[in-house]
């Protein structure tokens, strides 16, 4: 309908065409034809006037869109900078206190022989670990009883007894990890102190001691400071008294450098605790220099992780970008004259060839489109054979859009946008109907969803089921696997569809230790926000199960169907809380992987004869 209007401004533009020329001036009854500019002169001036302005307003508001764009990715790159730092030192911490609660294991749970067979099995523990070298068992009154390393360590420095303070700490910290300083080995490396307490029954039975090595953290951060900030020097963590925790100069580290006077903290307001979480991205000064910055704070820790960047080198390419803006809006402009010259010229030639040409182009006339001007020798043949060439190429680019826009069509039809980037690549990988492939399920529940929901307004509900999906999606994903549906509180994702690999189970099983580790991070920002917590009762199983496209011909869901599904979700039924059940088919293709399982006996699973051996995964 909008382009109606197009031709008849042409046809009357045609019909004054094909008036008569005016009787020369001077002629009995004819007035006179006033002189003015030509209209080669007046078409130029036009086009100069209608192309110059808004180059030079595009110009200064791409200098100022692009200065702002600037700014926000340099903020955007601190911020992530420092969410990745967090990221690795929560990692590594975790994987510490892990360490030590399996040596404590090793150490305390009974049927494994006397002490010395268990201070053997503990040495070869340790000997097997990166982060640590040694530990020191402690009694519970703080006195040293033995330490164990492994062969090549040399004796450590560590405290032949705890002081009080330290140990009134350890009974207060709940079984977690207790962390004193940063202070450099024998080997002048820094280390961290931590200190675990074994509770048992509720009361603290032992203390571990050990160092950890901070070496290959610092190195991480000194080479994303090189990376993205142009020094190493511009990544760092500090503890609550301001002193070095991480940085890429391990003697700094070692000195435990006291950087109170840092402009960062001068840029915040008031003496800010990092018990509470702060996140803040300031200017401030540093010897002289103007910077830029990022602080975020690790409260469990107490610990603020830094990045920083002088200003002149993180915004270095913005006056390089204003001449160089400058210099377009020049050559734009030596352009538009020289285009206005041309196009003056063209358009002073006869108007009807070229109003048919467009005409034509306007009615999607891609082939042939310039016949009418093509067979002219002047400027207007030139561009009569332009005309042709944009008709091909529109012709061409129709063909694409439309093939885009069928497969665009036939996405849409999904549910689940986990297959999309398979579909893209290889749209017949998916077919109508479905294949017998086999794949594993995992089922994720909401422990108590139904009295959380009765406590808690709805919209507390639907924040904590949107955090708690999009983290369950990162961590499905990044093991390889698909989600299949929501299914209220319920996750439900499958491996071995679309695609397959060997070890499909085995990445099932470890998706759910992620799913069940990152849920206590997850619970303790849900009780400092909402007060409240929650748990996940897993299920997995892995069976044969047709996956396909089920629905209608308007509307299709990429799924899996069949027992296996089925046997998958009463595993979860019968999963306590924070407990991740599997079923025997699971188990075998595991096989020796290094996951550990524990039999848990065989279930009568709801509306099945025969009875199903199910595995647990151990805390």
Partial sequence: MAANPVPVVETRSAERGTEQPAPPAGEKGTPAVPRGLPLFIRLFLFILLCALPPLVGLGWSMRDTNKDALQELVRHLHRSIVGGVQGTVRRELARVEQDLKRISHILFEPGLGDDATRYALAGSRVAALDGIDFFTLYAPNGQSVTTVKAEEVPDPQIASRLEPALLDALRASNGQLVFESVRANRQGAPVLEVFYPIVRD?????????????????????????????????????????????????ARVAAHEDLSRHGIFAALSGNASFRTHIAAIPDFQLDGLEMIGALETIPERGWAVIVQQPRAVAYASLSKMHWSILEALAVAALVALVAG???????????????????ALAERTFRGVGERVTRRGDELGALGRAFDSMALTLEAKEREVVAQTQVRAALSRYLSPDVVDLVVSNPDQLRLGGERREVTILFADVVGFTRLSESQPPETIVALLNELFTFATEIIQRRGGIIDKFIGD???????????????????VQAAEDLRRWLDVGNRRWRARWGIEIQLAIGIHTGPAVAGNVGSEKRMEYTVIGDTVNVAARIESMAQPGQILVSEATRERIGDSGVELV??????????TAATRIFEVPL
């Fill in 202 to 250: 509720g009361t603290v039975r032992a203390i571990l001691g050990t160092q950890v090595k901070l070496g290959e953290l610092c190195d991480e951060l000194g080479g994303l400071g090189e990376k993205f900030l142009g020094s190493r020097e511009n990544v760092f963590v500090v503890d609550h008294e301001r002193r070095l925790v991480l940085h890429a100069d391990q």
């Fill in 341 to 359: 010259l041309l196009g003056a010229r063209l358009l002073t030639w006869p108007i009807r060839d070229l109003m048919a040409a467009t005409r």
């Fill in 490 to 508: 319920c996750v439900m994702a499958v491996w071995g569809s679309p695609q397959s690999h060997p070890d499909d189970a085995l990445r099932a």
């Fill in 599 to 608: 039999p848990a006996g065989e279930r009568q699973l709801h509306g099945r």
